[in-house]
């Protein structure tokens, strides 16, 4: 059984920064692609960032430039080091993982972390 764990949300000011980070821990087991989403109250849940297993990584247009994804995967974490943040980053952030092919190829989900950033 995988379980994904994400930490690291908090209150910050606008222009501050958080990390958050992403675990998937079980034996045996490998990410092959990670997404980080947000839902804002009130709206529907949104794409922020993905690092996927051959290095690349994608971005929603409002946080490129500011946010970067990374992972280390003999830890099977995933990260989100969100800078310059803004009022409309306030969400709840989550992290979809998918099990590379060779570990059953599964989605998994995590419970989420709040981002609060206040004026």
């Known amino acids: 059984q995988v379980q994904v764990v994400e930490s690291g949300g908090g209150l910050v000011q606008a222009g501050g920064s958080l990390r958050l980070s992403c675990a998937a821990s079980a034996r045996a087991f490998s990410i092959n692609v990670a997404s980080w989403y947000r839902q804002a109250p009130g709206k529907q849940r949104e794409f922020v960032a993905a690092?996927?297993?051959?290095?690349?990584?994608d971005y929603r247009d409002s946080v490129k430039g500011r946010f970067t994804i990374s992972r280390e995967d003999d830890k099977n974490t995933v990260y989100l080091q969100m800078n310059n943040l803004k009022l409309e980053d306030t969400a709840v952030y989550s992290c979809?993982?998918?099990?590379?092919?060779?570990?059953?190829?599964?989605?998994?989900w995590g419970q989420g972390t709040q981002v609060t950033v206040s004026s």
């Open positions: 979809d993982i998918l099990g590379s092919p060779e570990t059953g190829g599964r989605m998994y």
């Open positions: 690092t996927y297993s051959d290095g690349s990584t």
